[in-house]
């Protein structure tokens, strides 16, 4: 079992987004219906910690709701120091598989 088995992150996949003028965000209520910029047939990103670090498909089967991975994001570089500590920024980056995991005792 190594240290990344025990570290965990916010998973989130974004449908869509919109902007709305502050007055309509109050008047919301139950039932009320939200128009996204996108469609449901356009790819959503997959977020960890807030950072993208793929893309999928929507999958819905019976009252199940997944998401297919089509597509990994690669950091173009990621920077680490010696003596720094896992954060969000290299936890993003091992998931991702843009860095290899340092051996022990070198970082």
């Known amino acids: ?3 990344l088995d025990n570290l965990h992150v916010d998973l989130t996949v974004q449908l869509g987004t ?3 003028p ?3 965000l109050l008047k919301l209520g139950r039932g009320a219906v939200v128009e996204l910029d ?3 047939a356009e790819i959503v990103e ?3 910690n807030g ?3 793929a893309r999928g498909n929507v999958v819905v089967t019976g009252r199940a709701i997944s998401v297919e991975v089509t597509e990994m994001i690669r950091r ?3 920077l680490r120091q010696p003596g720094s500590r896992i954060g969000s ?3 993003l980056a091992l998931i991702a598989g843009a860095v290899e995991p340092a051996a022990p005792g070198t970082v």
């Open 1 to 3: 079992m190594t240290g």
């Open 18 to 20: 919109t902007r709305m």
């Open 22 to 24: 502050l007055h309509q």
């Open 38 to 40: 996108g469609s449901d």
């Open 46 to 48: 997959i977020l960890v």
């Open 51 to 53: 950072h993208p670090i």
């Open 76 to 78: 173009e570089t990621v």
């Open 89 to 91: 920024q290299a936890a």
